[in-house]
C-alpha cells in the first residue's frame, strides 16, 4: 500500500520560515518524480516545485524561486521543500504529489498539510 504522509505545516509569520516533509513508503522511491503542489481557498491547485529522479534536478514555480528549496533523501524516502521568506500569499494547503518515471505510470497523492501565513 503506498503512503505520503506529510508534515511540518503550520501558522507562521510573514517572513518565516518552514521546512515540509513528504515520507514516502509502498514505493521503489528512486523511480519516482516528487513534486509539492499548493491549493489556496478558491484557487486551482497548482505546482510548486518538483524534484526528479534520480538525477535530482529542481524546477520551481516562479513565484517561489528563490525563497523555496526542494530536496530529497533517497536513502529516507523522503523529500523535504525548505521555505524562506514567507508571505501571506504562500497561504495553502500543500500536497505531496509522486510520479513514476517509468513503465506503468502511477501517480499518488499525500492528504495535505496547512502552511498559514499570517501576523
Known amino acids: 500500500q503506498v503512503r505520503l504522509v506529510e508534515s511540518g505545516g503550520g501558522l507562521v509569520q510573514p517572513g518565516g520560515s518552514l521546512r515540509l516533509s513528504c515520507a514516502a513508503s509502498g514505493i521503489t522511491f528512486n523511480l519516482y518524480d516528487m513534486s509539492w503542489y499548493r491549493q489556496a481557498p478558491g484557487k486551482e491547485r497548482e505546482l510548486v516545485a518538483t524534484?526528479?529522479?534520480?538525477?535530482?534536478?529542481?524546477n520551481y514555480a516562479d513565484s517561489v524561486k528563490g525563497r523555496f528549496t526542494l530536496s530529497r533523501d533517497n536513502a529516507k524516502n523522503t523529500m523535504y521543500l525548505q521555505m524562506n521568506s514567507l508571505t501571506p500569499e504562500d497561504t495553502a494547503v500543500y500536497f505531496c504529489?509522486?510520479?513514476?518515471?517509468?513503465?506503468?505510470?502511477?501517480?499518488?497523492w499525500g492528504q495535505g498539510t496547512q502552511v498559514t501565513v499570517s501576523s
Open positions: 524534484i526528479s529522479s534520480p538525477g535530482g534536478s529542481t
Open positions: 504529489n509522486v510520479r513514476r518515471v517509468v513503465w506503468p505510470p502511477q501517480n499518488y
